[in-house]
């Protein structure tokens, strides 16, 4: 995978259910089907929407251009609405003054066909088929949960990571699960001087760093934490891979096995990535958390 190019844009393709809160025209979507929800949307289109999990995220990724005093990143809307219904969308979007200015409304097509039209380096979406395809295509994607928004609204941008099947491919946590944790630590000793190979959000990562190197070390409005059951001695391999690739995490928290909610919170993460349904279980009662569901915890994809 090719290092982000540092002149390039961080570009993340949200959908309209991550940015707001949308459950009410949803449940009418489900209880009365297409024609009863787009005539509650055009009813409701000047009603702005309340915001969603992912709302302070964005809100706190725009304001790294005003902070750069030029465009880092941008925000795509991927939106399964039509334009019409989805008209709504774009109007809670100037209430609230967000800098969003291109979207895909596919009246009801999957949307994930545009991620790489758009060049997004990441995809949000409570739709999880669109979260796999966006997977098997090669883009770092994540299911929303409904969770706790956490996180610390006047600081710096927070992003936590797990490491294996997210950072990191999952064969290391194929032996933990096949062969059990004795296994898994023989064979990471074994292999310490053997870069882990890159998982879905390698890519991400990196892009994340080239956009950090953009401002002052000692004012970094972005911080970044790798957030792990590994414990000692699997957790050199880790930091010697993130070494090779040149990449750097802020902070490392090796917990053991330890449930990682409480951490998070500690942290301030204004959103954590994991595949382990039962760490995001953990994970969104205390900040917004994405699901990401490859690899070895997730035989469905």
Do not use: C
Not at 40 to 65: C, D, I, M, S, T
Not at 289 to 300: R, W
């Amino acid at each position: 995978m090719s290092p982000h190019a540092v002149d390039r844009r961080l570009v993340v393709a949200i959908s309209s259910r991550t940015l707001f809160d949308l459950d009410d025209s949803h449940t009418v979507f489900e209880r009365a089907g297409v024609a009863a929800y787009a005539d509650y949307q055009v009813a409701h289109e000047n009603e702005p929407l309340a915001p969603g999990v992912a709302f302070p995220l964005v809100r706190k990724l725009l304001g790294l251009n005003q902070r750069a005093g030029k465009p880092l990143v941008e925000v795509i809307l991927l939106s399964r609405n039509s334009s019409d219904t989805g008209l709504r969308v774009f109007n809670s979007i100037q209430h609230y003054g967000l800098d969003i200015v291109r979207a895909a409304f596919t009246g009801g097509a999957p949307p994930y066909t545009y991620i790489a039209p758009f060049e997004a380096d990441l995809f949000l979406s409570a739709n999880g088929d669109d979260v796999r395809r966006a997977l098997a295509a090669g883009v770092a994607a994540a299911a929303i949960l409904p969770s706790a928004t956490g996180g610390d609204p006047d600081g710096p941008l927070r992003i936590a990571f797990d490491g294996d099947a997210v950072l990191f491919g999952d064969e290391s946590e194929r032996i933990s699960q096949e062969q059990g944790i004795e296994a898994f630590h023989r064979h990471e000793s074994e292999h310490v001087d053997q870069p882990l190979s890159g998982g879905p959000f390698r890519g991400f990562l990196a892009a994340l760093h080239a956009l950090q190197s953009q401002f002052p070390d000692d004012q970094p409005p972005i911080r970044t934490a790798l957030v792990t059951a590994r414990s000692a001695p699997a957790h050199k391999r880790v930091i010697l891979t993130l070494r090779e690739w040149g990449v750097r995490l802020d902070e490392a928290i090796f917990l053991g096995g330890r449930p990682k909610g409480p951490f998070l919170e500690a942290f301030a993460a204004d959103i954590f990535f994991d595949d382990s349904g039962a760490n995001i279980e953990s994970a969104r009662q205390f900040v917004a958390s994405g699901h990401v569901p490859h690899g070895v915890s997730n035989p469905e994809q």
